[in-house]
């Protein structure tokens, strides 16, 4: 079996980490845009009203996402992921920022 290892580090040495919450309301769903001011590596948001996760890791294609479909078990989701911006934003669609939900996130960069 051939092993291919792709290693990176921070160049700077400095972690970017944010995090937040945000509540929708009862109407439309609608895309997220949030803006972090540093590169993603890692995304991970949670529906805390629905017990959903969605996680991504740098080196995913946009719009792909590690999901929660069942307690403990991931699948790979290719329409809820993050579309990652060049400005340092990331923007989720609306199927995934659905009405009526509280949602947490974790960025790390």
């Keep these: 079996m051939a092993l ?7 160049t700077s040495g400095v972690c ?3 995090h937040g919450q945000l509540v929708t309301d009862g109407g439309t769903a609608a895309a997220l845009t949030i803006y972090t001011g540093f ?9 805390i ?4 996760q969605y ?8 719009a792909n ?3 929660e479909v069942t307690a403990g078990t991931y699948a790979l989701d290719t329409s809820s992921g993050p579309t990652i911006n060049a400005d340092g ?15 947490v996130y974790q960025v790390i960069g």
């Design 4 to 10: 291919t290892t792709n290693t990176k580090s921070q």
């Design 16 to 18: 970017n980490v944010t």
């Design 39 to 47: 590169a993603p590596r890692y995304i991970k948001l949670v529906n």
């Design 49 to 52: 009203t629905a017990g959903t």
């Design 55 to 62: 996680e991504w890791y740098e080196g995913m294609a946009n």
């Design 65 to 67: 996402c590690m999901k």
């Design 89 to 103: 934003s990331f923007t989720f669609p609306a199927t995934t920022i659905v009405a009526s939900s509280t949602f």
